[in-house]
């Protein structure tokens, strides 16, 4: 046996070889300036909102101002007018007024004596009633009296204004109406106005007065004074 040891061939590392790099030892320069891209941001979305926030307040403004400032303000209702204290009703006595030409023949006291020498041109009356606030029927007389110039009127209207110068006959007083217990409306409330040459008088009683006389004479005269109206245009 031979004692002689074989050989093989020497490894990598027992001759020190080392595996290099294919790579150059320094980047070019193209490559070591060029900068890394950046990921892309985030979209915001306040501005959006924003923007549609304001778009919305421009439009609300827009419409605002259209309705309040493209048309002149309106001006305020009137204050309605207050309720009538008394409210009339025509007599049926009375639907068609009661008409004479001869004044003086329906008058008494000193205003007779005034339409005898002044005479009329046409005496037109009738009769209403109303209700005061707490029921009570009241019954009024309203006579135009229709002179031939606005001085007659007027002279009759101050004559007929005075106490104790008597008037024109109310419808009850001429017995042109009857209602009970009532003669004659003169003891109530007693109204007169000129107007050109109308004179309008207005004269108004209850059958139940109030207990104070004096209380009862200017109820009744507000009730007078408020159908004078009823004379304009009565026929």
Same mark, same amino acid.
């Given at each position: @046996? ?15 070889? +080392?595996?290099?790099?294919? +790579? ?18 985030r ?51 009375t ?11 329906h008058?008494?006291? #000193? ?22 606030? #707490? ?11 229709? @002179? ?7 002279? +009759? ?5 005075? #106490? ?48 104070d006389? @004096?209380?009862?004479?200017a109820? @009744? ?7 004078? #109206?009823?004379?304009?245009?009565l026929?």
């Amino acid at each position: @046996m031979s004692d002689s040891v074989p050989k093989f061939p020497p490894r990598p590392s027992d001759q020190g070889s +080392l595996i290099v790099s294919s +790579l150059p030892d320094q980047l070019p320069l193209t490559l070591r300036t060029a900068p890394v891209a950046a990921p892309p941001p985030r979209r915001r979305r306040w501005p959006v909102i924003a923007g549609g926030v304001l778009a919305a307040l421009l439009v609300a403004g827009g419409v605002l101002w259209w309705s309040t400032g493209s048309a002149p303000p309106q001006p305020a209702p009137p204050p309605a007018a207050p309720a009538a204290e008394f409210v009339f009703a025509r007599a049926p006595e009375t639907q068609r007024a009661v008409l004479d030409s001869d004044c003086s023949a329906h008058a008494y006291g #000193d205003t007779k004596a005034f339409l005898v020498d002044t005479p009329c041109a046409q005496l037109t009356r009738a009769l209403f009633t109303t209700t005061t606030a #707490d029921g009570r029927t009241v019954h009024t007389s309203v006579a135009v009296v229709r @002179m031939h110039t606005a001085d007659d009127a007027t002279r +009759l209207g101050d004559l007929v204004r005075v #106490d104790g110068t008597g008037s024109v006959n109310d419808v009850l007083r001429d017995r042109v109406a009857v209602v009970p217990g009532l003669t004659r409306l003169s003891r109530g409330g007693f109204a007169a106005t000129v107007l050109d040459q109308h004179v309008i008088i207005a004269e108004s009683d209850t059958a139940t007065p109030l207990p104070d006389p @004096m209380a009862h004479k200017a109820e @009744m005269k507000r009730v007078s004074t408020a159908a004078l #109206d009823l004379g304009v245009g009565l026929n």
